[in-house]
C-alpha cells in the first residue's frame, strides 16, 4: 500500500525528504528487519535508525530490495572527531549495505568532548564526496548551531531534536526557520504519554481518528518531520493513516496550549555527559 498524497519537505534546497517516517530506537536488532518490513508495506517511505541503535544491519536486510526508501542514520558520540567520523560513516553505511545515504546527522553534540566541529567538517567532506544526499544534526542548541556555521561555512540542512505537544520547542524552530534548517521532531508521541489526554482525546473523537493520529497530523500541520515508532504492525498503519483529515485553528491552538514548561522527556543537549 503506497499513498500518493503523502507530503514532503525539501533539504538545503535540493533534496526531497518524507515528511513522516517510521523511528527504530530500542527496536531489538532480530525484530527490527520485519518491523522495517511491515513500515514499507504500509507505506511508509522513510526510517529513521543510528549507529547506536545497533540496529543498522536489520534496516539494511529490510531495504534491499527498497533503494527508494529514505534513510537517515546517526554518528555516535564516540565516534567524534574528523578521522572517527569518516570511519563510523563507512561502518555505517556497510551495515545498512548502501554506498549513499540519503540523510546523515550528529546524534549529540556532546559538548564536553570539544569535538562536533570537527565531526562537521567530515559530514561536509561525506556530502562533497557524494557519499551522503544531504547532512544535519540532532540535539543541537542555537549556540551549538551558530558555531558549526560559522567555524564549517556549511549549514545543517536539518536538526532533529525532542519535540511533541508538551514540548514544542518555539524558540529553536524559530532559530531554525531563520537559518533555513528543517526541524525535526524525535519522541512525537512523548513516548506514548499523551494519549490519554482528554484536550487530544476530544479531537481525535470529533475527526473519528486516534489521539496518535491528531498528534501526528500536528506536527505535519505545524512543517515539522516526524519519524514516530512502533513496533506494531496495526499502529504502523493507523501511525501513517493521517492523510485524510486535518485539524482547523482551533484545534492546533488548543493543542499549542499543552506546552508545558517541565515538558522535556530527555536529556538536556548541554548537561548530557556521553
Ligand atoms: P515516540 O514518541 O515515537 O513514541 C513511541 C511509543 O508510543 C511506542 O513505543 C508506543 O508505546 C507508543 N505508540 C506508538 N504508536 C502508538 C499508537 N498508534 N497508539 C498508542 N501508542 C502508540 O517515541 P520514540 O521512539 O522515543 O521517538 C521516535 C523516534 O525518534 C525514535 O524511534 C528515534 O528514531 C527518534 N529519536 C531520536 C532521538 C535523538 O536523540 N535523535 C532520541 C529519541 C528518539
Redesign the pocket.
Known amino acids: 500500500m503506497s499513498s500518493p498524497t503523502q507530503p514532503s519537505v525539501t533539504l538545503s534546497g535540493s533534496v526531497t525528504m518524507p515528511q513522516l517516517g517510521?523511528?527504530?530506537?530500542?527496536?531489538p536488532p532480530h525484530d527490527v528487519a520485519q518491523v522495517v518490513t511491515d513500515a514499507v508495506e504500509a507505506g511508509y517511505r522513510a526510517v529513521?535508525?543510528?549507529s547506536e541503535?545497533q540496529n543498522e544491519a536489520g534496516v539494511g536486510d529490510a531495504l534491499a530490495d527498497h533503494r527508494d526508501i529514505f534513510v537517515t542514520t546517526?554518528l555516535w558520540n564516540a565516534d567524534q572527531g574528523f578521522d572517527e567520523t569518516l570511519r563510523a560513516f563507512d561502518a555505517s553505511a556497510s551495515r545498512l549495505r548502501r554506498d549513499v545515504i540519503d540523510l546523515y546527522?550528529i546524534?549529540?553534540p556532546s559538548p564536553h568532548r570539544e569535538r562536533y566541529v570537527a565531526s562537521w567538517k567530515a559530514l561536509a567532506r561525506l556530502k562533497q564526496e557524494g557519499r551522503v544526499r544531504a547532512i544535519g544534526v540532532?540535539?543541537f542548541t542555537p549556540a551549538h548551531l551558530e558555531r558549526i556555521m560559522v567555524e564549517v561555512g556549511e549549514t545543517p540542512a536539518i536538526n532533529?531534536?525532542?519535540l511533541?505537544p508538551r514540548f514544542q520547542r518555539w524558540d529553536a524552530r524559530a532559530y531554525h526557520e531563520r537559518h533555513g534548517i528543517v526541524t525535526q521532531s524525535?519522541?512525537?508521541?512523548?513516548?506514548?504519554t499523551l494519549?490519554n489526554d482528554p484536550i487530544l482525546r476530544r479531537i481525535a473523537d470529533r475527526h473519528g481518528k486516534?489521539?496518535?493520529?491528531v498528534i501526528i497530523a500536528w506536527h505535519l500541520h505545524a512543517g515539522l518531520v516526524v519519524?514516530?515508532?512502533?513496533?506494531?504492525s496495526d499502529?504502523l498503519i493507523?501511525?501513517i493513516g493521517v492523510f485524510d483529515f486535518r485539524l482547523d485553528d482551533l484545534e492546533v491552538a488548543q493543542i499549542v496550549g499543552l506546552d508545558a514548561v517541565d515538558g522535556r522527556l530527555?536529556p538536556d543537549p548541554d548537561t548530557a555527559t556521553w
Open positions: 517510521l523511528g527504530v530506537w530500542q527496536i529513521d535508525t543510528a541503535y546517526k546527522l546524534h549529540w540532532s540535539n532533529q531534536i525532542e511533541h524525535w519522541s512525537p508521541l512523548g513516548q506514548g494519549m486516534t489521539v496518535a493520529q519519524i514516530p515508532k512502533s513496533v506494531r499502529r493507523e501511525n530527555g
